[in-house]
Structures are given as structure tokens and as C-alpha cells.
């Protein structure tokens, strides 16, 4: 039983320390799906779990690669979205706190 509960733990650090080319897409998906009312302009203003889902993001984009992997799967969450305000789209960075060395629009080359 000891030995279960530690290859469990071992198995939660990796998942939670996983880049973003082994994160599934659906997972980010539901990082940044609480972003939805914002973006669709149905409140004002990002709420909590939007905002932690968007300041999670960046910890998982380590390399060029992971980048490329979160920019397809935004693009296909976005697509799930209909009416999404781009200009919201991308200043919520910004509103949640976060500053990136990079932007994200619908006609992003993800693979740059």
C-alpha cells in the first residue's frame, strides 16, 4: 500500500510539473473555458477562475514547442466559442496580471 501511494505521488508531480507538449489540450481547455462570459462579452470584467487559468498557462510554455502546442489548442477552443471578442481576447493577459512576450490572435501561425 505505501508503495501505491508513493508512485502515486510521484506520478501527481510529474502530471503537475508537465510541459505543455504532454498536457492534453482538453486540460488547457478547462484552464481557460471560466474565461468564456468575458470573452463572449457577457460580464464585464475576468473572473478568479479565468484569470488563474490564463496566469497558469505560461508556467506550462517552457519551450518553443509548448508554445506551439497551447497556441493550436487556443486556436481549437476558440473555435468552440462562437463570438469571441478578439480585442478581450487579447488584452486579458494584461487584465489578469500577466505580461507575455508574445500575443495570440485566430490568424496566429502557431508553428513561428
Given amino acids: 500500500m505505501a508503495r501505491l501511494l508513493v508512485l ?3 506520478i501527481a508531480a510529474v ?3 508537465a510541459s505543455a507538449a504532454i498536457l492534453p489540450c482538453e486540460r488547457m481547455t478547462q484552464m481557460i473555458v471560466p474565461c468564456a462570459p ?6 464585464a470584467v475576468p473572473g478568479v477562475g479565468c484569470c488563474n487559468g490564463v496566469r497558469a498557462l505560461p508556467g506550462i510554455a ?3 514547442e509548448d508554445r506551439v502546442v497551447i497556441c493550436k489548442c487556443l486556436k481549437i477552443v476558440s473555435g468552440r466559442f462562437p463570438g ?3 480585442k478581450r481576447a487579447m ?3 494584461r487584465l489578469c496580471g500577466l505580461r507575455l512576450n508574445f500575443s495570440f490572435s485566430p490568424s496566429t501561425d502557431c508553428d513561428k
Fill in 8 to 10: 502515486l505521488a510521484v
Fill in 62 to 64: 517552457q519551450t518553443h
Fill in 38 to 43: 468575458y470573452l463572449t462579452s457577457h460580464v
Fill in 15 to 17: 502530471w503537475v510539473g
Fill in 84 to 86: 469571441i471578442d478578439n
Fill in 91 to 93: 488584452g486579458l493577459p
